[in-house]
């Protein structure tokens, strides 16, 4: 079965600093990944996926993630985090069901505490 | 600009209640999905739908079930609610098609916030 994990609850950077997420898959086949973040009192929203194609993918509000195959991993990255940037965000896959549908797995979440 | 709508955005009940969740979609989706959210549990997947009257189960379909009778609309139902099924529950949405733009992506309603006493 697919999987995910986020190995990290929170994180602490301040504003202006890099903010590294971190997420580890575990897949068969190739992989479908997706980040989403959910800000407070707000739904959850897509933020980027990787389906193929360049490892470094670029998604809303200046984050991107960059696929790693042999580290089996999927970090999202924004270069200067921001103290709006402070939410919960979730790493996921897709698993395909055998009738051509499929179903999203997501990882526990973590949530950066943005300094300001 | 609402696309997944969820009907009660707060409900509370007692135990043993029998409890319907609704959500619909308007953007003629054929994958409908329920999750419930706890802290440090990330979102689980309940139940999950690819198309009309078709259900499967998700990681934690126990005492829960679902009706999708239309392709607009997908309900999730407490049979007799208990306390441990106090949550946020989630509806989200996506279309199929391999890896065209869009497909794939989960569209989520604002979450129904369940409360049972």
């Known amino acids: 079965a697919q999987s995910v994990a986020q190995p990290e609850d929170q994180v602490n950077v301040a504003e202006g600093n890099p903010l590294t997420v971190k997420c580890t898959y575990s897949v068969s086949g190739n992989p479908y990944l997706f980040w989403y973040v959910q800000y407070p009192n707000r739904g959850l929203q897509f933020l980027l996926k990787y389906i193929t194609g360049d490892n470094l993918v670029k998604g809303s509000y200046g984050f991107e993630a960059e696929f790693n195959k042999s580290q089996t991993s999927f970090h999202l990255k924004k270069p200067s985090a921001l103290v709006s940037d402070s939410a919960l965000y979730f790493c996921a896959v897709r698993d395909m069901w055998g009738t051509g549908g499929f179903k999203t797995i997501f990882g526990a979440g973590t949530r950066p505490f943005v300094k300001a | 600009d609402v696309k997944v709508t969820q009907s009660s955005r707060y409900l509370v009940k007692r135990t043993g209640e029998k409890v319907f969740l609704e959500c619909v979609q308007d953007?003629?989706?054929?994958?409908m999905f329920w999750y419930r959210q706890d802290p440090g549990l990330g979102l689980r997947l309940i139940y999950f739908?690819?198309?009309?009257?078709?259900?499967e189960k998700g990681d934690i379909p126990e005492g829960y079930s679902v009706s999708r009778e239309k392709k607009e609309r997908f309900s999730l139902i407490l049979e007799s609610a208990s306390t441990n099924q106090t949550s946020m529950y989630l509806c989200?949405?996506?279309?199929?098609?391999?890896?065209?733009?869009?497909?794939?992506?989960?569209?989520f309603g604002a979450g129904s916030r369940l409360t049972v006493l």
């Open positions: 989200a949405s996506s279309s199929s098609g391999g890896s065209l733009s869009g497909a794939n992506v989960l569209t």
């Open positions: 739908s690819y198309d009309v009257k078709m259900k």
């Open positions: 953007m003629d989706h054929e994958n």
